[in-house]
């Protein structure tokens, strides 16, 4: 569900956080006897399934739903499979989730299945898309787009979270591994990495190209590296695919490197915790593990009506349930009390312009916010320029009436690829 904003959660601050100068390893999280797996298709009943509650799969099985299906999900665990049912997400989406319960005697160090595993990006789709970190290799194997830079992101996008510099700090002879990979994999194209300024990074980088960011948000922002780096201006309604570049974070370099060491898929993921009281947790859980899990580790009780955030505080998407899994792609999780989160309310705009003062891509958030709550999608896109927002969520921040901006212009985007999809 879209709701109001959630800015009440920590002093206001739009400075990147640093990562502590020596930080301490994760906090392992034991594997836990039930993983949920979110696949990103739809059951379809007039399909045979390929997989049936009561399998058994081994560590590293690639699971799809159909013969004919593109999308699949790796098992981080031997086991069986107890549930295959439908899940909609927040924005409505609906996918699959799947439950293996784990063979209780396995620990992380369990051997996964080897993969027949080359440095081409056919083989790199076919087996790594759920490799921590998420590497972007559906879009790398469409072949509409061609990719001629690579950006391995050491900067961390939101606020708050300090995943990617961890890894940054503690691996980055891997990160230069994976980005030698991608280059191969890839073919010829530039290689860049971006490093927050005050992130205490030495060695040499070669032929990488490394792009010292600023410590203000939202200079960690794809739109905005593209600008400040790569003098690009995006597009409205393009991605940085549209232009040729990629972005990758530092945890899917790390794990690609891994990958094509091992020749399987890891599973553990390093996650940034924010607890109630803001105070910070670094875990590595390996993919499926139910949040409540890490939470209990932690004493983070989550009562009736606490917010979870996935992602960070301005591009954060709540979801519903302290049983939503730790995903390749998740990097910050924040726990909200429910006396922290404002009000929903039908406050009005009050006309004070700060919304439009602050927008990084000059938009009129106040006007376009009224089109995107009256529904009007294809008006918003016409003469606001939503497809011209980067989601930085700044908008939302500042508006003196507390309105949800930036969770309207979600909404939006959503909705107007929906109607342009069924027109
Ligand atoms: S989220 Fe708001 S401030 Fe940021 S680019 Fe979009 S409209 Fe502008
Ligand atoms: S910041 Fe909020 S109240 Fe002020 S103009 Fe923008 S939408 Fe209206």
Known sequence: MIKRSFFTLTRPKLS??????????????????????????PLDNTKKLLIQKGDSVEKGQKICLYSDSAEYVIAPVAG??????AYIDALGNTSTFLVIKNIQTQTSDTKAKTYDLKEDIASADRYLRNLPGAPPFKKLADNKTKINTIVITCADADLLSTTSQYIA???MDKIKTGARILKNII??????????QDLNIQGEFDSIQVFRTDTTYPSNLPAMILKN??????????????????FICAEAAASIADAYETKSAGAEKI???????????????????PL???????????????????????QGISTYSPFH???PGMDTVIVQDRDEIPEICDNACVNCGKCVRICPANIQANILVRYLAADQYEEAADKCDLESCIECGLCAYVCTAKIPIYQYIKLGKHELKKLRAEA
């Open 169 to 171: 700090l503690n691996s």
């Open 292 to 314: 409540r899990k890490i939470f209990d580790l932690f004493s983070i009780h989550i009562n009736d009506q606490d917010r979870i955030i996935i992602g960070g505080p301005m």
């Open 187 to 196: 073919g010829a194209v530039k290689i860049c990495i971006t490093v927050p």
């Open 80 to 85: 069986t499979i107890r549930v295959i049912d």
């Open 16 to 41: 990147y956080d640093s990562v502590e100068q020596n930080p301490k390893k994760p906090e392992s999280i034991n594997i836990p006897s039930n993983l949920t797996l979110l696949l990103n298709e």
């Open 229 to 246: 780096h790569l003098n690009m201006i995006l597009p409205a309604g393009k991605t940085p695919e549209d232009l040729g570049v990629c």
């Open 325 to 327: 899994p730790v995903e």
């Open 271 to 289: 996650v940034t915790i924010i607890g109630k009281q803001g105070t910070r947790y670094r875990v590595k859980a390996t993919i499926g593990t």
